[in-house]
Nanobody, 123 residues
Framework: QVQLVEAGGGSVQAGVSLRLSCAAS????????MGWFRQAPGKEREFVAA????????YYADSVKGRFTISRENAVNTVYLQMNSLKSDDTAVYYC????????????????WGQGTQVTVSS
């Protein structure tokens, strides 16, 4: 069982940066691929970014490519999402997720999910 706790959300103006973090409880954190997803009001949950278990490979949705960066520190069981040049369209609840899978990381079929953290961007 993996417990995930997100932090770092908030209300900001367009154009600024935020960094989200996700702390995992698993002692085998380094064995999991990690992803960030988001869900805006009235919309389905969508993929934002993912990172391989070893941190070498990253994946991004087209909408955030070049603005967001996913990273991880296995030594402290934490994955991050650095969000730059935020836009009002980035407003959503952001979720951290974990899976032991090594492929298909852009889908929502992850095994463990956090409770989410709200990001609100005003223009």
């Amino acid at each position: 069982q993996v417990q995930l706790v997100e932090a770092g959300g908030g209300s900001v103006q367009a154009g600024v940066s935020l960094r989200l973090s996700c702390a995992a409880s698993a002692r085998t954190f380094s064995m999991y691929s990690m992803g960030w997803f988001r869900q805006a009001p009235g919309k389905e949950r969508e993929f934002v970014a993912a990172i391989s278990w070893d941190g070498i490979t990253t994946y991004y949705a087209d909408s955030v490519k070049g603005r967001f960066t996913i990273s991880r520190e296995n030594a402290v069981n934490t994955v991050y999402l650095q969000m730059n040049s935020l836009k009002s369209d980035d407003t959503a609840v952001y979720y951290c997720a974990a899976t032991p899978r090594r492929s298909g990381l852009g889908s929502t079929s992850y095994d463990y999910w956090g409770q989410g953290t709200q990001v609100t961007v005003s223009s």
